[in-house]
Nanobody
Framework: EVQLVESGGALVQAGGSLRLSCAAS????????VGWFRQAPGKEREGVSC????????FYADSVKGRFTISSDKAENTVYLLMNSLKPEDTAVYYC????????????????WGQGTQVTVSS
């Protein structure tokens, strides 16, 4: 069973950058898609980005395109989310999740989840 641990969340000023990490254990990232989701207080969980090792496809929510970059280091069994030009509306708990195969839009498709890491962007 794949286990995921996120790290890298912090308090940062608007315009700043953070890099989140999602370290996988109990399995490799081969033929696995890893997605980043976020949930702000009182809001629905939303998809942010996803990367699939099967075809190296990458997806981004419109709200983060051009600012966030997802990448994968198979040697480290880790997926990263580099977040630039952060805005207060990016404030949320960020989760990484995994499923076997290709990226899926719905968070309900992902059986494996990390515990989340808090990102707070001050104005």
């Amino acid at each position: 069973e794949v286990q995921l641990v996120e790290s890298g969340g912090a308090l940062v000023q608007a315009g700043g950058s953070l890099r989140l990490s999602c370290a996988a254990s109990g399995g490799t990232l081969d033929d696995v898609a890893v997605g980043w989701f976020r949930q702000a207080p009182g809001k629905e969980r939303e998809g942010v980005s996803c990367i699939a090792s099967r075809d190296n496809s990458r997806f981004y929510a419109d709200s983060v395109k051009g600012r966030f970059t997802i990448s994968s280091d198979k040697a480290e069994n880790t997926v990263y989310l580099l977040m630039n030009s952060l805005k207060p509306e990016d404030t949320a708990v960020y989760y990484c999740a995994a499923l076997h195969g290709i990226c899926a839009a719905s968070y309900s498709s992902y059986p494996y989840w990390g515990q989340g890491t808090q990102v707070t962007v001050s104005s």
